[in-house]
Structures are given as structure tokens and as C-alpha cells.
């Protein structure tokens, strides 16, 4: 029988006064480790059955929602800036002002590490939750043991750009939900089809079923552009990823058209002894064949920290 991956929910769990969704699964005795997840993204991105192999590989498994996104916290009354107006600025070689940026979505992490009373734990995220993931093990150097970072960079603009076929996917309106479900859902599908696996294809009904499931949980639209912005006003990572002293994991898409494999390159060779597994097939998200693999990398990384 696989273990348990519901473990328990503490919605009421606090950082700063503001509440972050938190689930927990596997034995108290369990190593900790902590799941980021990316722009946009809830933490049902890390699903059941992946949480499940990772607790059978004897972790004690943290999923919190990032601010801004499911049913954790956001500044609601802050307006999202102007994307395109950030992207220029960034574009300029400038680090634009923005709401909040990724170091302050790190310290977040570390706050519901303080309120679960862990003291440290392995850290492993993907996309932007990658970035935040680095900014942990980079800035609050005491609480990482160790660094899984999943198809996410370094921020650095070399190796910051989508290919053309996905932004052109990112960028095509949807529909609102609110008032167009079935549409919103198709096109929503479309992009995750976009950007996805070539190598390890989904059927689209499984791929649209998760989407919809998740619009039930949340939609967000503001606090995705205002976590949109924490990227685009955060500077790149290179100088303080040279600083990680804890083993490291890069693992990254070899047909992410998202982040392209040179971030997870980039990554790997900015953080001081880490292993880089770039999987052929792969593109910007895990796929359900790759679940086993990524688990084994984060408890092979893990490992070493012993």
C-alpha cells in the first residue's frame, strides 16, 4: 500500500501575521522537506501520488501555497503593476519596483518553517518555485539542508527568455472562468499542452480535469500578475547561488520551451558542486513517468546531506 499523501491540512498556519494553506504528510520522525511551486501554481502541483513516493522514501513532506496564490495570503489591495511596462524595464537592464519580490516569497517559506517548528529541512522547487528555492539555501543559509531546483534559472537575462512558440501560447487571451468556464478551461489546456512533454505526452481530458480542479480551489488572477512581477523586479541570482554551501540538485526539461534548458544549466554551474539531470522528453512541468525519477534525484540530493 503506497503511503499516505493527505497528511494533515493546517490552513490557520501564520507567517507575519498573515495566514498560509499548508499540508503535511508522512511520520513527525520523517526527514523535512519543503515543496515550493511556481507562478501562478498551487500546491496540488506536487500531486497525491508524488507526495506519496517522496513520504515512502522517509520525508515528512511540507506543500504550502505561495502567497497570491490558492488559499494562502496576498496584498489584494495592491494593484499588480503593468506587466509589458516591467518587461521593458527589465528589457533596459533595470531591476523595476514591483509589490514584493521573490526574496521576500523566500522569507515566507522560511515563516512556515518557523511555524511548523522546523528547524531546518531540504528545499525543493520548480519554476519560479525553484527561485525561491535557491533564495533559501542562498540567503537563510541555516534553515536548507538541501537544494532540489526543478526547470527554473537564475534570473540572469542570457538565460531568462521563453522560446518564441511559448510565449506566443502564454500570452493568448483566455477567457474569464467566471463567465466562460469551458473556455477558460480549453484554453488553459491549450497552453499546458504548449509547453509540456513531448516525450511523455498526457491525454488532454486528464490534463483539463487537473486545471478544472484547480479553478475550483482558487482562481487568482491579480495575485498571478503581481507574482509575475516578484520575478520580473527580482535580480539575478548567479553571485549569492555561488554562496550555497549545501548539496544541490538541478533537474530540468530538455524540451522546456518555458525555461529553456540553459537556466538549468546556468543553475548548475552557479551553485558550487551541484548535479545537473536535464531529462530528454521532458518540457515545463513534472509529467506522471517522471515522478519516480524526481523523487529519487531529491532523495539521492538529500542523501548527500548526510
Request: glycine share 12%; aromatic share 6%.
Amino acid at each position: 500500500m503506497a503511503p499516505d499523501a493527505r497528511g494533515d491540512v493546517m490552513p490557520a498556519v501564520e507567517v507575519n501575521g498573515h495566514p498560509f494553506w499548508v499540508e503535511v504528510a508522512g511520520p513527525e520522525g520523517g526527514r523535512p522537506l519543503l515543496l515550493l511551486c511556481g507562478l501562478g501554481m498551487q500546491l496540488t502541483f506536487w500531486t497525491d501520488p508524488f507526495v506519496a513516493l517522496l513520504v515512502g522514501r522517509g520525508f515528512r513532506v511540507v506543500r504550502m501555497d505561495n502567497r497570491d496564490a490558492g488559499l494562502s495570503w496576498g496584498p489584494d489591495e495592491i494593484a499588480p503593476p503593468p506587466i509589458d511596462a516591467l518587461e521593458r524595464e527589465r528589457a533596459a537592464g533595470r531591476i523595476p519596483d514591483v509589490p514584493y519580490r521573490l526574496e521576500e516569497m523566500a522569507a515566507d517559506a522560511v515563516g512556515v518553517l518557523d511555524a511548523l517548528g522546523i528547524g531546518s529541512a531540504h528545499i525543493a522547487g520548480a519554476s519560479m518555485g525553484g527561485m525561491i528555492a535557491q533564495l533559501v539555501a542562498a540567503e537563510h543559509r541555516d534553515r536548507a539542508l538541501s537544494l532540489t531546483s526543478i526547470m527554473s534559472n537564475t534570473g540572469h537575462p542570457e538565460v531568462f527568455g521563453s522560446t518564441a512558440a511559448a510565449i506566443a501560447a502564454l500570452n493568448k487571451p483566455r477567457p474569464d472562468p467566471l463567465t466562460d468556464r469551458e473556455g477558460y478551461l480549453d484554453g488553459t489546456t491549450d497552453f499546458v499542452e504548449a509547453v509540456g512533454s513531448p516525450g511523455y505526452p498526457t491525454d488532454r481530458a486528464t490534463r483539463r480535469a487537473f486545471i478544472a480542479a484547480d479553478l475550483d480551489r482558487a482562481y487568482r488572477l491579480e495575485g498571478f500578475l503581481r507574482q509575475y512581477a516578484a520575478i520580473l523586479g527580482s535580480a539575478p541570482r548567479d553571485r549569492r547561488l555561488a554562496g550555497v554551501r549545501v548539496p544541490a540538485m538541478v533537474i530540468h526539461g530538455g524540451d522546456d520551451q518555458l525555461i529553456p534548458p540553459a537556466g538549468g544549466r546556468a543553475t548548475a554551474e552557479a551553485i558550487p558542486g551541484a548535479e545537473l539531470l536535464v531529462i530528454p522528453g521532458m518540457g515545463h512541468e513534472i509529467p506522471a513517468a517522471l515522478e519516480e525519477t524526481i523523487a529519487d534525484a531529491i532523495a539521492r540530493t538529500a542523501a548527500r546531506a548526510r
